[in-house]
């Protein structure tokens, strides 16, 4: 199984940019197919982003066009850029790997000016 390590989160102004790191450890990395997840507060949580172990994505409507998720199986992980961030991506974001069905402990994004 695979063990997940988020980075990255922080607060951020409406408009702005962050970049979401996701380390992996403990297994193939390259095999696996990744995926970002957020939760708001009082909300479900919803599928961000997901990436196969080819490299092919899918995004939810929200974020299509704003943001990219991308991977590095040579450093063993999993990025998702974010740009033009609005207040409505605020949430604890959380790397998952569909293979073992491992999370990590989630950082938290705030957009607030």
């Known amino acids: 199984q695979v063990q997940l390590v988020e980075s990255g989160g922080g607060l951020v102004q409406p408009g702005g940019s962050l970049r979401l790191s996701c380390a992996a450890s403990g297994s193939i990395f390259s095999i696996h197919a990744m995926a970002w997840y957020r939760q708001a507060p009082g909300k479900q949580r919803e599928l961000v982003a997901q990436?196969?172990?080819?490299?092919?994505?899918t995004y939810a409507d929200s974020v299509k066009g704003r943001f990219t998720i991308s991977r590095d199986n040579a450093k063993n992980t999993v990025y998702l850029q974010m740009n033009s961030l609005k207040p409505e991506d605020t949430a604890v974001y959380y790397c998952?790997?569909?293979?073992?069905?491992?999370w990590g402990q989630g950082t938290q994004v705030t957009v607030s000016s």
């Open positions: 998952h790997s569909f293979l073992g069905g491992s």
């Open positions: 990436i196969t172990s080819f490299g092919s994505t």
